[in-house]
């Protein structure tokens, strides 16, 4: 069975430095992976998705990049955080033939000072 | 631009009351939509979808939405909550590119 798995779950990090969260798909193969940003009240905002290694689309833009070195594996990155940063980053996936259900992580929390 | 909105953001119910959660997207040609729910503490996951066929589907938990492509609704419906539906409720939508949209969010609060 597939699963996905993000890290780390929470990180608390000071204005001015990097930011590295990643997401793992296993029991699947050319997965189409998204990165949103959950804040309250403001739903679920697409960042970015990929639909192959190296290919990355932004949807908004921002103080944020992403990348897919591995077909199962993508990663959210700053390289200086705005205290506006902070959010609950959801990764998901959903099958490259477009049954185009989501499945979702378990998000992880920033928190920038 | 393809959007989904939600027109409840924060609902407050007793048990066994109904409840219907509004949703409209906009959306030409193909449009598959979803609720997506979030218990607290939980993942993200799928409540009910519909691509095509019967506009009314049923998904877990004794919830159903109705299709009504002339109203551009997805409307989430349950005859009786419980406390335990207490949770956040996404609709979502996607048209040809399959990338899904979400809407705000409504946050439902069932007291016992």
């Known amino acids: 069975s597939q699963t996905i798995h993000q890290w780390p779950a929470t990180l608390v990090q000071p204005v001015g430095s990097p930011l590295s969260l990643e997401c793992t798909v296993e029991?699947?193969?050319?997965?189409?992976l998204y990165w949103y940003r959950q804040a309250a009240g403001r739903g679920l905002q697409l960042l970015f998705y990929?639909?192959?290694?190296?290919?990355i689309s932004s949807e908004v833009p921002q103080n944020l990049s992403a990348s897919r070195p591995q077909d199962r594996q993508f990663i959210l990155s700053s390289k200086k955080l705005l205290l506006s940063d902070s959010g609950f980053y959801l990764c998901?996936?959903?099958?490259?033939?477009?049954?185009?259900?989501?499945?979702f992580g378990a998000g992880s929390r920033l928190t920038v000072l | 631009a393809q959007s989904v909105s939600q027109h409840n953001h924060h609902v407050i119910l007793s048990e066994a009351a109904s409840l219907e959660l509004g949703c409209n997207y906009s959306?030409?040609?193909?449009?598959?939509l979803f609720w997506y729910v979030q218990y607290p503490g939980q993942h993200l996951q799928l409540l009910l979808k519909?691509?095509?066929?019967?506009?009314l589907v049923k998904g877990i938990k004794g919830f159903e939405a109705e299709f009504i492509k002339s109203k551009f609704s997805f409307n989430l419906r349950k005859p009786s909550v419980q406390w335990s539906d207490t949770a956040e409720y996404f609709c979502?939508?996607?048209?040809?590119?399959?990338?899904?949209?979400f809407g705000r969010g409504t946050s439902l609060i069932v007291h016992p």
């Open positions: 998901a996936w959903n099958a490259e033939s477009g049954a185009n259900v989501l499945t």
């Open positions: 029991g699947t193969s050319n997965p189409n």
């Open positions: 990929s639909v192959g290694i190296g290919q």
């Open positions: 959306y030409g040609g193909t449009v598959n």
């Open positions: 519909y691509f095509s066929g019967d506009p």
């Open positions: 979502a939508g996607s048209g040809g590119s399959y990338i899904p949209t």
